[in-house]
């Protein structure tokens, strides 16, 4: 199964997608957490991982040269949702060499690409390579990747969730992140991926006004996470964040998304 975790800049993607992926594999799944935000840094420290694995984008030859592929494609007419990035029809996760994972505890993380230098340009071709290796990510059985997605909802304007299976949209409480949640809502519609919302860093009183908002705008939600000061305090010392935390928040939502609890 992949699944993509999006939401508002500071709704705490990152916080879920790690909490996810400890509970995932402590039940014995194999995790792939992929990276596809190309500015935020903390996810490695959050997985407990501290050597960076090289980015996606220098396995195809790097930024440059993935420009120049897509420039190929609008040159013969095709649109950035159309193109194709990588050579291969399908990628498994053994197929990708082991200089650009890193792994801790049975995850693994994979980064797309960062913006590492002023004036390099857009961010376009990480989403060209986000979109095309999710597209053909096939997965087996006990493997399930989490894709940790960039904030906001022009990553649906690329079409990198039309190869994953489900959306998690994090909501925090604030009236900006329920209305992008709605907007992630309704443009997951039009192309067919289920959008579930989880609430994070709530109360049980804010906890009960939010899911009665988000229920107003149709908007499925699949569990929530609560304030924790442990979780807080992690985050803000670059520290790993463990498989205990919110361990039964997480669990509820493990089983929405149909994933099976015991292994």
Same mark, same amino acid.
């Given at each position: 199964?992949?699944?993509?975790?999006?939401?508002?800049?500071?709704?705490?993607?990152?916080?879920? =997608?790690?909490?996810?992926?400890?509970?995932?594999?402590?039940?014995?799944?194999?995790?792939?957490?992929?990276?596809?935000? &190309?500015?935020?840094?903390?996810?490695?420290?959050?997985?407990?991982?501290?050597?960076?694995?090289?980015?996606?984008?220098?396995?195809?030859?790097?930024?440059?040269?993935?420009?120049?592929?897509?420039?190929?494609?609008?040159?013969?007419?095709?649109?950035?949702?159309?193109?194709?990035?990588?050579?291969?029809?399908?990628?498994?996760?053994?197929?990708?060499?082991?200089?650009?994972?890193?792994?801790?505890?049975?995850?693994?993380?994979?980064?797309?690409?960062?913006?590492?230098?002023?004036?390099?340009?857009?961010?376009?071709?990480?989403? =060209?390579?986000?979109?095309?290796?999710?597209?053909?990510?096939?997965?087996?059985?006990?493997?399930?990747?989490?894709?940790?997605?960039?904030?906001?909802?022009?990553?649906?304007?690329?079409?990198?969730?039309?190869?994953?299976?489900?959306?998690?949209?994090?909501?925090?409480?604030?009236?900006?992140?329920?209305?992008?949640?709605?907007?992630?809502?309704?443009?997951?519609? &039009?192309?067919?991926?289920?959008?579930?919302?989880?609430?994070?860093?709530?109360?049980? &009183?804010?906890?009960?006004?939010?899911?009665?908002?988000?229920?107003?705008?149709?908007?499925?939600?699949?569990?929530?996470?609560?304030?924790?000061?442990?979780?807080?305090?992690?985050?803000?010392?670059?520290?790993?964040?463990?498989?205990?935390?919110? &361990?039964?928040?997480?669990?509820?939502?493990?089983?929405?998304?149909?994933?099976?609890?015991?292994?």
């Amino acid at each position: 199964m992949k699944i993509g975790v999006s939401g508002k800049g500071g709704s705490g993607k990152s916080v879920i =997608a790690t909490l996810l992926a400890n509970s995932l594999a402590a039940r014995g799944y194999d995790v792939l957490v992929v990276d596809a935000d &190309e500015s935020n840094p903390g996810l490695k420290h959050m997985l407990g991982i501290d050597v960076d694995p090289r980015p996606l984008m220098e396995w195809l030859g790097g930024k440059g040269a993935v420009q120049q592929r897509m420039i190929a494609a609008f040159s013969s007419g095709k649109t950035e949702p159309q193109m194709q990035i990588f050579s291969q029809k399908e990628i498994r996760i053994c197929d990708i060499p082991p200089q650009y994972l890193a792994q801790n505890d049975g995850i693994r993380l994979l980064r797309i690409g960062k913006i590492v230098r002023s004036l390099e340009g857009c961010a376009c071709p990480m989403g =060209a390579v986000a979109r095309d290796l999710l597209t053909k990510l096939t997965l087996g059985e006990q493997e399930v990747a989490l894709v940790d997605m960039e904030a906001g909802t022009e990553h649906f304007g690329r079409g990198v969730e039309s190869g994953i299976d489900a959306m998690l949209v994090v909501v925090e409480p604030s009236f900006e992140s329920v209305l992008v949640a709605e907007k992630i809502n309704r443009l997951a519609g &039009e192309i067919g991926v289920r959008a579930l919302a989880v609430l994070n860093k709530v109360t049980p &009183e804010v906890e009960k006004t939010l899911r009665q908002e988000l229920q107003s705008r149709s908007i499925p939600v699949s569990g929530s996470v609560g304030y924790s000061p442990e979780v807080f305090r992690a985050c803000l010392g670059g520290q790993p964040l463990s498989q205990v935390q919110a &361990e039964q928040d997480i669990a509820a939502l493990i089983e929405a998304l149909g994933l099976r609890l015991g292994r």
